[in-house]
């Protein structure tokens, strides 16, 4: 045997062209792809001489590829606890191989546990005769937080009620699959399944197509078909929507991939609202009835009315709508129940219960610790076995015995005493290990699989493949992402090609007229935000290249230059203070990177980073690689500043002006002109007429002596980008007059404070109009506009330069620009409460609506 496991290794010996040792398992492990005497298993064969003709370097490039593709894709995992953190998705370029034969086997227990599975949930919440009969304990359901006892009762739409269901499975050392848990609150992962195999046929495309894997777009398009049938109400297009925690969920990606993919409305619990026994979509033409939630928050945190009162994820009333059959929640509300450990026990006494026999898949040997006699056992022989709290939780993780000291055994022991019913001790299963790429190297690492299945018209559809993990050591006895772990494809070899499927060209778009409210409102805000970086970031480059001109400023245009910054920043008292003055550049800094103030450079980027993840699925792919490039560059400018001060530090800033041109000019190349386009606009030209109007009259309304009076007309024109153009146009005048000219009329001029307003007006125009008959004419915020649009037209551009004789200021300019400013703020205003704020009723809509059609 030895001799042929040596004779293995030198056929592998290419890759590294040393001694390979990742073929190996440790003693008591299942290996996946050599078998107990060393050689390839046949369905491994030709993965492992495609890498052997790849090679050490060829697999570090299809590593790259890959982990670029990820990154552009922006495909994350826990992006919460750092803004600026790089936790892309990580992807092994090795697929994890089943062959088609053992699949089928798999599959069939896979269906027969979601049936099952679904039979309980309905016991449970129905007759619950599994209790009735002493098939469960009482005290693994009542004492279960995951029992809802407000959804006891409650029907549950269709013979199939568990839509969703994942399995958790590993191999045992015989080589056969064991269930280790069961995931049916909100399983995730099928969308990173879904991101691992598009990423994966790019990098290794031939490789791909020659080993005739099995598609994963059949089981997508169960759920389409599924979800459609769920619908309470009759008609062939329901409203379905996906129910997401937001943007700081871990799995925040998954949600928004999966959003695209099938075509449904990503939507918060802010997002919808319950009125007349419906549940309602806040999208910009009002309030549309939804009849379907897939869900991807849990269970407690859905209805802070009847459930978890301090919750903002879910939707006020929503059991009650469930209650009375007018929308489907998806899994069903208290589904988290099934996910217990406890459950695991009990298991093949429920198969008998139900069915009358034994389950083709068995679960992980669990003993609860609730039951004396399992106790006994527990106390026996916990250095073999592993103590988990019944109830799923991030926070108690799993001990496992033989890492523990004897105090800490009876340490152990004496906490399960307290409150038995709590714990639950599992067999340890020795994971099976797999090849994996990893530090450039060929590795042996521990694996888990998970796959998914979906209920369908006549059984449960299980998807061909799924999403296996591996550790990042070859000691790790326990993988999962939460303590670091790599992904893998998996691949189900068929006998022959498959047909080629996907949803792509088949899933119905959703309209951008049913966009929710959120979403338009972020995108209006992202607009903002990224215009308002842009501006205080050419306006600090402005004042650092005044202050380090070969000719010095005089001391009261320095200070007004200063000045300006703060007020344009909204930061007081900053420079308005004397002695901030005398210690410019401690200000300076602060105004960059103290996020502490909400317009410094860092916190306007923070949240430009913060809109685009909420709007996540409106992005392309260019998009979202700008996005990356903008983190990238703002953890830069950080460590630019460590030491203080900088030399030449407008350089610093150069990298975001050109990531947020770039930024700007996909939105205008790339985007499509729909309503999403339009409010990003809005906000855009909102916030740069808000700036501009804020530097003119900082730096060109206050009293200063006429020689200065240039520079500072230079300051503004050089902040907006028009002084190359001024000094062509006006050769021979140089005054305040043809500046402003530039600065607030010119149409032609894309940073003019009139070309802003024109802009706005010809997109609000564009945007759907409710039609009041109560009050015909123009709405408010047309007017607003129109009244700012005339008093810059009809403005005389050489009384608003003269200064008045007793003040020395520009009374009529100051003047103007505030009126100017008051207006956009209040076309603002009424354009949140007309497009974000619902608070009109159904009823009232439905008048609305029907006004419009006729």
């Keep these: 045997m030895q001799s042929k496991q040596t004779q293995s290794q030198s056929q592998t010996q290419g890759v590294q062209g040393q001694n390979l040792h990742w073929s190996l398992s440790p003693n008591g492990h299942y290996n996946e792809a050599y078998d107990e005497f060393g050689q390839p298993r046949a369905h491994w064969e030709y993965l492992l001489n495609s890498i052997n003709a790849l090679g050490s370097s060829g697999l570090q490039d299809r590593y790259q590829k890959a982990s670029r593709i990820l990154r552009d894709d922006g495909a994350t995992y826990n992006l919460v606890s750092d803004p600026l953190g790089k936790n892309t998705w990580e992807l092994d370029p090795i697929p994890m191989l089943i062959s088609s034969d053992e699949w089928s086997q798999v599959e069939q227990g896979l269906i027969e546990r979601a049936e099952l599975l679904n039979l309980v949930l309905k016991d449970i919440y129905g007759p619950q005769e599994l209790i009735r009969q002493g098939v469960i304990p009482p005290e693994v359901i009542y004492s279960h937080p995951g029992f809802l006892r407000q959804c006891k009762g409650i029907p549950m739409p269709g013979e199939r009620s568990l839509t969703l269901h994942a399995a958790d499975m590993t191999r045992g050392p015989d080589g056969n699959m064991i269930i280790i848990g069961d995931r049916t609150q909100a399983p995730s992962g099928a969308g990173y399944a879904l991101e691992n195999r598009t990423v994966l046929t790019r990098v290794i495309p031939s490789l791909f197509r020659d080993s005739q894997v099995h598609r994963l777009a059949l089981f997508f398009q169960s759920l389409r078909v599924t979800l459609n049938a769920l619908s309470p109400t009759s008609g062939d297009d329901p409203q379905i929507v996906i129910l997401t925690p937001g943007a700081y969920s871990e799995t925040y990606f998954e949600h928004t991939y999966l959003s695209n993919y099938l075509g449904y409305p990503l939507v918060q619990g802010s997002d919808l609202t319950v009125r007349d026994g419906h549940v309602w979509l806040k999208s910009l033409n009002g309030l549309r009835k939804v009849d379907v939630i897939l869900r991807r928050v849990d269970d407690i945190y859905c209805d802070p009315v009847e459930l978890k009162s301090d919750s903002y994820l879910g939707i006020p009333g929503l059991v009650e709508v469930v209650r009375a059959g007018n929308v489907v929640v998806t899994n069903p509300l208290g589904s988290g129940i099934l996910e217990t450990p406890a459950l695991l026990k009990f298991m093949p006494a429920i198969s008998q ?96 699989f998970r796959t998914f299945t979906v209920a369908s018209e006549s059984t449960y559809a299980v998807m061909s493949g799924g999403l296996t993990r591996v550790g990042l050591s070859g000691q790790d006895s326990f993988v999962s992402n939460q303590v670091g772990s790599q992904s893998k494809d998996t691949w189900i070899l068929a006998s022959e090609p498959e047909k080629q499927l996907s949803l792509v060209e088949d899933r119905s778009i959703a309209q951008e007229s049913n966009l929710p409210s959120r979403v338009v409102e972020n995108l209006f805000w992202l607009g903002r935000y990224a215009e308002r970086a842009e501006s205080t970031i050419r306006l600090i480059r402005t004042v650092f290249m005044q202050l ?155 009293e200063l002596a006429n020689a ?21 146009r006006y050769r021979t005048y140089n005054d305040i007059a ?69 003040s020395k200021k520009r009374i009529e300019l100051d003047r103007l620009l505030t009126d100017v400013r008051k207006q956009v703020e209040e076309f603002s205003v009424l354009l949140s409460d007309q497009y974000f704020d619902h608070s009109a009723g159904p009823q009232q809509l439905a008048e609305t609506q029907e006004i419009i059609s006729i």
């Design 353 to 448: 219960h139900f069915f009358g026999h034994e389950l083709k898949l068995p679960s992980v040997n669990t003993w609860w610790c609730g039951d004396p006699q399992d106790m006994l056992y527990i106390k026996e022989n916990i250095d073999s076995l592993i103590i988990k709290p019944a109830m799923r939780q991030t926070k108690s993780p799993s001990i496992h015995g033989h890492t523990l000291s004897d105090s800490d055994k009876q340490k152990v022991l004496a906490r399960i005493e307290k409150a038995p019913y709590n714990f639950v001790a599992q067999s340890y299963i020795s994971p099976s290990y797999i090849p994996a790429w990893q530090e450039q190297q060929l590795k042996t690492r521990p694996s888990i």
């Design 708 to 728: 200065d009076q240039p520079q500072m007309l230079e300051a503004v024109l050089l902040s907006v980008e028009a002084l190359i153009t001024f000094r062509r």
């Design 738 to 806: 043809h500046g402003l000219e530039l600065l607030m009329l010119d149409e032609t001029n894309p940073r003019s404070v009139f070309f802003q307003i024109k802009r706005l007006q010809t997109h609000f125009e564009e945007l759907p109009q409710a039609i009041s008959p109560q009050k015909p004419g123009l709405n408010p915020a047309q007017k607003t506009i129109i009244k700012s649009l005339n008093e810059i037209q009809l403005a005389d551009l050489n009384d608003l330069a003269k200064a008045d004789p007793q």
């Design 548 to 702: 380090n001109s070969i000719d010095p400023l005089p001391t009261a245009s320095k200070n007004l230059l200063l000045q300006a910054l703060s007020k344009q920043t909204n930061c007081l008292p900053g420079f308005m203070a004397s002695s901030t003055l005398l210690n410019q550049d401690q200000e300076l800094i602060k105004l960059i990177l103290d996020t502490q103030r909400p317009n410094s450079i860092k916190s306007c980027l923070l949240s430009v980073l913060t809109c685009s993840e909420e709007v996540k699925e409106m992005l392309s792919a260019d998009t979202h690689r700008i996005v990356n490039d903008l983190r990238d560059n703002l953890y830069d400018l950080e460590r630019a500043y460590v030491g203080g001060m900088p030399s030449a530090p407008e350089e610093t800033l150069d990298p975001l002006v050109t990531t947020l041109l770039a930024l700007s000019g996909l939105s205008h190349e790339s985007m499509l002109r729909g309503i999403g386009w339009k409010f990003q606009e809005i906000g855009r030209r909102v916030e740069r007429s808000l700036q501009t109007s804020r530097l003119i009259q900082s730096l060109l309304t206050p």
